[in-house]
């Protein structure tokens, strides 16, 4: 069982930039960015597929958002830049093992291991 924590998050003002972090316990392939915010369903933020050099990002956070990740230390990296209001919301980490011929970036059931989750908050 991997295990994933995150961490990083907190309280800027808006233009401001984040840096989350997600350490996993072990090696996965895939791994993602979602957030939640109050009253709102989980979306995709940003994933990323090492393996064959791919990274994908939603339509609200490209050009601000940049994910990457250090293999040697099994962790991801969400730089987030121009922080807006909206992008107040709980982050989660998320990771798949294997190289799936189709990979659905923003399907959270395709993901099968998640971490708890660290609190942006964006003020105007």
């Known amino acids: 069982q991997v295990q994933l924590e995150e961490s990083g998050g907190g309280l800027v003002q808006a233009g401001g930039s984040l840096r989350l972090s997600c350490a996993a316990s072990?090696?996965?392939?895939?791994m993602g960015w979602f957030r939640q915010a109050p009253g709102k369903e989980r979306e995709f933020v940003a994933g990323?597929?090492?393996?064959?050099?791919?990274?994908y990002y939603a339509d609200p956070v490209k050009s601000r958002f940049t994910i990457s990740r250090d293999n040697a230390k099994n962790t991801v990296y969400l730089q987030m830049t121009s922080l807006k209001p909206e992008d107040t919301a709980i982050y989660y980490c998320?990771?798949?093992?294997?190289?799936?011929?189709?990979?659905?970036?923003?399907?959270?059931?395709?993901?099968?291991?998640w971490g708890q989750g660290t609190q942006v908050n964006v003020s105007s």
């Open positions: 998320a990771g798949h093992r294997g190289a799936p011929k189709l990979w659905r970036w923003a399907l959270p059931t395709g993901y099968e291991y």
């Open positions: 072990e090696r996965t392939d895939i």
């Open positions: 990323i597929w090492s393996t064959i050099s791919t990274t």
